[in-house]
Every structure is written in structure tokens, then in C-alpha cells.
């Protein structure tokens, strides 16, 4: 079975997002996220549930990042995809790149 791995780039509205993605991203002792399920998009903004049961909200710099967003989250939740990690692409810009891999049959 191979791998492929994929890039998401995701634009948050200001450095506070970004921070807030990033830690709701990173991985547990368990190798899992803190994000458990994307539960709404209104404008650009995605509530996420997350593994203690709270809902949160991310502001995202537009609705097509927020859509982005939605749709990776339910395909980790539905294992189409494997949450690998997310990097900054830059520490003056607001975008994080979630990594991902996709299992190939």
C-alpha cells in the first residue's frame, strides 16, 4: 500500500487564528488532533467540535478557506485522509499548511 501526501493551505484572518489552528492541529501523545469534527461554516468562519466536546469557532480570511477547512476536517474524520502535521509557511503571514496523506490501493 502506498501514500500520497497532500498540502493544504489554509489562510486565517490574523495571527491569533493562526495560533489557534495550529494548537487545535498538533498532535497528541495518542498521534491524535485535538479536532474531532467540522460542524458549520457561516461566512468565514468554521465551528469545529473538539475530543473534550466544546465547540470553537476559527475566523478564516474568506469563505473558500473556510470551506477548505470543513471539507479536510470531515475527510480526517471519515479516514479518507491522515492528519501528518501543519507548518507555518511564513511568521508574517497568516497561513498554515496542513499536511495530509491519502492511502492508494
Same mark, same amino acid.
Given at each position: 500500500m502506498a501514500t500520497q501526501r497532500k498540502f493544504d493551505n489554509i489562510i486565517c484572518l490574523d495571527k491569533y487564528e493562526k495560533e489557534k489552528l495550529t494548537s487545535l492541529f498538533s498532535i497528541h501523545k495518542d498521534d491524535s488532533i485535538f479536532v474531532m469534527d467540522? *460542524? $458549520? @461554516? &457561516? %461566512? $468565514? *468562519? &468554521?465551528? @469545529?467540535?473538539?475530543? %473534550?466536546? !466544546? !465547540?470553537? !469557532?476559527?475566523t478564516l480570511k474568506d469563505k473558500d478557506n473556510a470551506n477548505s477547512l470543513f471539507l479536510l476536517i470531515k475527510e480526517i474524520k471519515n479516514g479518507k485522509r491522515r492528519f501528518v502535521k501543519v507548518e507555518y509557511l511564513s511568521s508574517n503571514e497568516n497561513i498554515i499548511k496542513i499536511i495530509t496523506e491519502i492511502i492508494l490501493f
Open positions: 467540522a *460542524e $458549520n @461554516v &457561516i %461566512d $468565514n *468562519e &468554521i465551528i @469545529v467540535r473538539l475530543k %473534550d466536546k !466544546s !465547540s470553537h !469557532s476559527i
